[in-house]
């Protein structure tokens, strides 16, 4: 695999990354609602959550998906049930008051933020389908492991940068005066969203 085919791969992530969706509804949410520091969890949490379905689409998921439509059915169905759950979340506590953001303590711990990054991701099977078709056309058979390891750290890489920009935009106190200002209709607009994606996925 030439130097210039890797980079090609990591700037098609990237684009694909940065591309609005349900990771990027919640890590707003979580910048805006619970400050920087659980927004970084969560990042990373994403970008493993990314290099899983690189991962699985390297060992040949998204050929096992091709031929087996029921498996894919139940992913995407998998996925939308999350995205709702989340949706109704969001619906259910719009009217509440944002809680304050300490310095000495954080809403939700970077540890419970990188989990909840990784299900997020994995709750969309559609970068399976992207890093299937990507993968299968750019990365050669026979590619050697450490080039693959390095794709998967530019893939976590990629994301959890991303994300942590997106994370340090939306937590500055700026960003979260205007979301108490306004916590009631963005929450539900959010819920909407994510509701929306969910059964687009359902459906698509």
């Known amino acids: 695999m030439t130097a210039g085919l890797f980079l090609s791969v990591a700037a098609l992530h990237l684009l694909a990354a940065i591309s609005p969706g349900p990771a990027f509804v919640v890590a707003v949410r979580v910048a805006v609602r619970e400050g920087f520091r659980p927004a970084i969890g969560l990042a ?13 689409a390297l060992a040949g998921l ?3 998906l091709a031929v087996a439509p029921a498996a894919l059915t139940a992913l995407k169905l998998g996925g939308a049930l999350f995205l709702i759950w989340l949706a109704i979340g969001m619906w259910r506590h719009a009217s509440d008051p944002l809680p304050p953001v300490e310095l000495d303590a954080i809403p939700r711990s970077i540890g419970s933020a990188l989990r909840f990054g990784i299900l997020t991701q994995l709750a969309n099977p559609k970068p399976a389908v992207f890093f299937g078709a990507v993968f299968a056309g750019l990365v050669p058979q026979g590619t050697p492991l450490f080039v693959i390891a390095a794709l998967l750290v530019v893939i976590i890489l990629n994301e959890a940068l991303w994300y942590i920009l997106v994370g340090r935009l939306f937590s500055s106190a700026r960003a979260r005066d205007a979301y108490s200002r306004l916590k009631s209709g963005i929450d539900r607009a959010f819920g909407g969203l994510l509701a929306a994606l969910a059964a687009k996925l359902a459906i698509g």
Do not use: D, M, P, Q
Not at 44 to 56: I, K, N, Q, T
């Open 62 to 64: 998204a050929a096992v």
């Open 44 to 56: 990373f949490g994403l970008g493993l959550g990314a290099a899983v379905w690189a991962a699985a």
